[in-house]
């Protein structure tokens, strides 16, 4: 299904003619963040926090405000992806969805967006997941497939999950198969394993004990 279908119009924007009290009314009857403004043509000005919206004085219109109209907006081809991030960098859950004209269409909500997420490979099939670390000039996701792969692994995503100047990390979801032949391959090529699993954890252990062992022995 696609992400246009769904688009929902029963809220229209407020007019910038419109009062203040309206806006107030507006968020005492909806739970939205956020409320789209237009002007008398529909053109998309902007939106109107719920936090704004009760600092400022009732009998005034919108216009006397333009100052507080947070300009984001996606369009209504944008990809789920960079729709849900337009989400989170803007902290809001109404996204309004405009024309090439910048007409305003409708507006995602966030539940919705979070749903397609949900529904996709990475988290809807069996795998474990795994987190991997390596230098940022040193992996590559080529490497990282092949490695998944040549262990009859099946790769059902993939993504950056934290980055700095030095280290990279990558979040893995892996099907098919076990993940200790995986996550001993990633070794073997220098990643750091940051999150493995349970099986991981508990040959480690046994590592750990044959270890002290063998030193018990030599003494």
């Avoid at 529909?42 to 719920?50: H, K, M, N, Q, V």
């Avoid at 539940?111 to 474990?128: C, K, R, T, W, Y």
């Avoid at 590559?140 to 092949?146: A, V």
């Amino acid at each position: 299904m696609k992400l246009s279908e769904y688009i929902i119009n029963d809220i229209k924007p407020l007019q910038n003619t419109s009062k203040i009290s309206e806006l107030q009314l507006l968020f005492n009857q909806l739970t939205f963040s956020h409320i789209p403004v237009s002007d008398k043509n529909g053109t998309y000005l902007g939106s109107l926090s719920e936090t704004d919206a009760h600092c400022f004085d009732s009998t005034k219109p919108l216009s006397e405000y333009p100052y507080a109209f947070e300009d984001f907006f996606v369009r209504h081809d944008t990809l789920w992806l960079d729709v849900l991030e337009a989400f989170a960098k803007n902290s809001t859950n109404i996204m309004p969805v405009l024309s090439e004209q910048n007409n305003y269409l409708g507006y995602y909500e966030l539940n919705d967006v979070i749903s397609l997420f949900n529904e996709s490979p990475f988290f809807s099939e069996v795998g474990g997941v795994l987190v991997i670390e390596k230098g940022v000039n040193d992996y590559s996701f080529s490497e990282i497939s092949q490695i998944v792969e040549s262990n009859d692994g099946k790769l059902l995503g993939a993504f950056i999950s934290k980055m700095n100047s030095d280290l990279v990390q990558v979040t893995l979801k892996i099907g098919n198969t076990g993940l200790n032949e995986i996550i001993q391959t990633f070794r073997r090529y220098s990643y750091n394993i940051i999150s493995g699993h349970e099986e991981d954890s508990y040959i480690e252990s046994l590592k750990e004990r044959s270890d002290y062992l063998n030193k018990y022995l030599d003494i």
